[in-house]
């Protein structure tokens, strides 16, 4: 008989069997885990004992920082960074980025001790089935560990080590430094490294301010941030915030409610592209380029500028930046324009050109241009400081000297006689050039060095009288920062204040000021300036609507090549310079029509901006007094004299007597130990008949002797002279070549 259960039997054993077969394969290919991982564990003992033994401090553990550099009122202007990563304490994110950040990557962080022996398992026969490391289930310490220590390769070699390394961090820190640390070293895509770049690149905001939509999104992002970006993938940014509030839920984080509403929440993003980049300039990228590459690698090095984390407080005020460079942008030629505190020598805006990005050439400081007549107060503060006055007088009269050379007034004319300070409101060439014969070449030369003109290029003839010199809109700054300071040199600077990143001080800079004019010559040229804006070549500076006092003067070089504006008021000191790189002619664009007017327009809103005073005052002691004189003969005006100019000056130096030509007595005239000097020039002999003024009796009419004046006799003009930019110093072809040579020696992107 066949029994009928036996072919039931006989189907049932091979599951038995299989059973018992599956069973030896899990237990031999557990053996082999144990056996493996124990292995690995030895060997990662052995090789990172060094690590283990001494891990370093949390205060330690901060690789490539940023380094910010702000202006004077703590406003970011650039970032300087190999991985942009800004460290912040847990204490400064929001609450809803630790959370979605925890649910998303470990949701038992609090609770294991470094890795969660499960997951390990679970990944591991997940590689051995794949034949290879692919898996993960690393903890949040666990990947700590991998981004300070270990390499990114997939082995499971790596995976051990990283394990051992894990356990022994949560030994030495505590839950919420690792924490911390991980939240600073993430990488989030677009160059973010860190939390807190990554709130500032995605949201324009601080971590601490991140909203529950906003920190789902980044912390979606996590495990491939090029994958889930959501200004390149939108959807699938979308789907892993779902994800990360998904579990949010699930752990009791927030309600389905919150999921609800913050899945549904339009985000706006400020960043539309990778800021992996060596340096990122938001404002100000002349004058950072200007600081970087004069001051901060040469005296720092590259790797600790950029992976240092360093605070570079700047003197820069990003109001008036933003306010300069709105008023060069409507040029059509290149341009510069540097404002200076006059009283430290800050430099409170700097634009080098209408664009950075189509040119890193930087005019005010590279561009080695003629200032022209701009250069002229400097040769009247030669002369004042040598002992002649503003109300003596000069020929304006045509000059011929040997070599070929014939200076000529822009306006083809000439006047006669004429008083220092009317000729140097008027911007007359012949009375400069004969002003400089009278001091000397040399003197003019070594007063300029005085007060803050630096360049080489200063030449050693008269033709250093109409600014034939070569030199940067920031020396003439400095320059005419003596004018407004009341004498003294200032040297312009850009750092303030450099802090390393736990907050020490490493570098302060101030004002560094010496003598370079007497307090009573600055006032007084200080106040022959002001002519010049308010009746002389200047008139388009003005600003008496506005109730400021200005001082300044306009510049124009042959074939009106350059044109400059350079002028302050109290406080301020701002210079415009306009030309083309290839000195190409602007095309009859003076000083006053074409650089004056940018300069009233920023400077209109720069005085509101710095609430600096509208008069300007002079300091106790400094020994001058107000004075108001005949423009035709620098005696003290009468009711009869129709043209006249309000001065300071020394005490003692104003004449005592009034204008006998305008019904002033002329026999007090000649008596007055302070009447104004003719100065003449052994040339100006022969033309004193014909442009010397014509003294006649107020009462009579008559033609009479003129008061007793005195004559000066010089050594004769230095013979050489050079056509303006036939070498030129500063190619701008150059200087853009020498920019790309320090990309390239500082290997920066």
């Known amino acids: 008989m066949v029994d009928e259960h036996a072919g039931k039997r006989s189907r049932k054993r091979p599951r038995i069997r299989l059973f018992s077969a599956f069973r030896g394969i899990f237990l031999f290919a557990a053996f082999i885990i144990v056996a493996m991982v124990a292995f690995a564990s030895v060997v990662g003992v052995i090789m990172l004992q060094d690590i283990t033994q001494d891990l370093p401090a949390i205060e330690e553990i901060k690789p490539s920082l940023t380094s910010i550099v702000y202006d004077r009122k703590g406003r970011v202007i650039a970032r300087l960074f190999e991985e942009n990563r800004t460290w912040v304490d847990i204490r400064e994110i929001s609450p809803w980025a630790t959370k979605a950040i925890l649910a998303a990557e470990d949701s038992e962080f609090y609770e294991h001790q470094g890795i969660r022996i499960k997951a390990i398992i679970r990944a591991l026969l997940s590689d051995l089935k794949q034949g290879a490391a692919r898996q993960g289930g690393s903890t949040i310490t666990q990947q700590l560990a991998r981004n300070l220590f270990l390499g990114r390769e997939r082995t499971l070699q790596r995976k051990a080590s990283e394990a051992i390394i894990a356990i022994r961090m949560e030994k030495i820190y505590t839950k919420d430094q690792i924490l911390e640390m ?325 570098e302060q800079n101030g004002p560094l000021l010496t003598d370079a004019l007497s307090p009573e010559t600055a006032v007084t040229l200080r106040s022959m300036l002001m002519q010049a804006v308010n009746w002389g070549t200047g008139t388009r500076a003005r600003m008496d609507k506005e109730g400021y006092q200005v001082f300044g003067k306009t510049g124009t070089t042959n074939d009106w090549t350059d044109a400059w504006f350079v002028g302050g008021t109290p406080d301020l000191v701002t210079v415009v310079y306009i030309g083309n790189d290839d000195h190409k002619s602007l095309g009859r664009a003076f000083g006053g029509t074409v650089a004056a007017p940018v300069w009233k327009e920023f400077m209109t809103e720069a005085v509101k901006i710095t609430n600096t005073p509208k008069q300007f005052t002079v300091p106790p002691g400094v020994g001058v007094q107000s004075v108001t004189v005949c423009r035709t003969t620098g005696y003290l005006a009468t009711k009869g004299c129709s043209r006249v100019i309000n001065l300071l000056m020394p005490v003692g130096q104003a004449p005592e007597t009034s204008c006998p030509w305008h019904g002033g007595d002329v026999t007090a005239a000649r008596g007055d130990s302070n009447s104004p000097s003719l100065i003449l020039t052994p040339e100006d002999d022969s033309l004193r008949g014909q442009y010397q003024l014509e003294w006649k009796d107020s009462e009579t009419a008559q033609t009479i002797e003129p008061p007793p004046l005195q004559t000066q006799n010089v050594a004769p003009p230095v013979e050489t002279y050079m056509e303006p930019y036939q070498f030129d110093p500063a190619p701008a072809n150059e200087i853009e070549d020498r920019y790309q040579e320090l990309l390239k020696q500082y290997n920066i992107n």
């Not at 699930?250 to 592209?273: F, H, K, P, Q, W």
């Not at 200007?290 to 500028?305: D, N, S």
């Not at 007034?409 to 008027?426: C, F, I, K, P, Q």
Request: proline share 6%; net charge positive; hydrophobic share 40%.
């Open 182 to 506: 991980y939240m600073n070293m993430a990488y989030f895509g677009h160059g973010a490294y860190g939390i807190a770049a990554a709130s500032q690149n995605y949201f324009g905001k601080p971590p601490g301010a991140l909203s529950l939509p906003e920190a789902s999104m980044l912390a979606g992002l996590l495990p491939a941030p090029n994958a889930y970006t959501p200004i390149r993938h939108p959807d699938r940014a979308k789907t892993r915030q779902n994800y990360v509030l998904g579990r949010m839920v699930e752990t009791g984080m927030i309600t389905n409610d919150e999921r609800a509403l913050a899945l549904n929440e339009s985000l706006t993003y400020v960043r539309s592209a990778d800021s992996r980049v060596a340096f990122v300039m938001e404002d100000a990228p002349h004058f950072v380029s200007h600081i970087l590459f004069r001051q901060l690698l040469p005296k720092y090095g590259r790797e600790r500028i950029y992976q240092g984390g360093l605070r570079i407080h700047t003197t820069i005020d990003l109001e008036l930046q933003q306010r300069a460079e709105a008023a060069v942008s409507k040029l059509k030629f290149e341009c510069a324009l540097v404002t200076l505190d006059p009283n430290t020598g800050e430099i409170l805006a700097m634009v080098g050109g209408r664009n950075f990005e189509k040119s890193k050439f930087n005019r005010a400081t590279q561009a080695f241009r003629q200032p022209g007549s701009a250069f002229k107060p400097i040769v009247y503060a030669t002369a004042m400081e040598n002992g002649y006055r503003p109300v003596d007088r000069m020929l304006d009269a045509p000059l011929h000297f040997a070599n070929g050379w014939s200076p000529k007034n822009s306006s083809g004319t000439y006047r006669g006689e004429v008083v220092l300070a009317d000729a140097l409101a008027l911007s007359i060439n012949t009375v400069a050039v004969r002003l400089a014969q009278v001091v000397g070449v040399n003197a003019i030369r070594e007063q300029a060095k005085k007060m803050g003109i630096t360049t080489p290029y200063l030449p050693e003839n008269l033709s250093i009288a109409l600014g034939s010199s070569s030199l940067t809109p920031l020396e003439m700054g400095a320059a005419f920062s003596v004018f407004a300071n009341n004498g003294h040199r200032v040297e312009p600077f850009g750092v303030k204040e450099i802090l390393d990143s736990n907050g020490n001080v490493i």
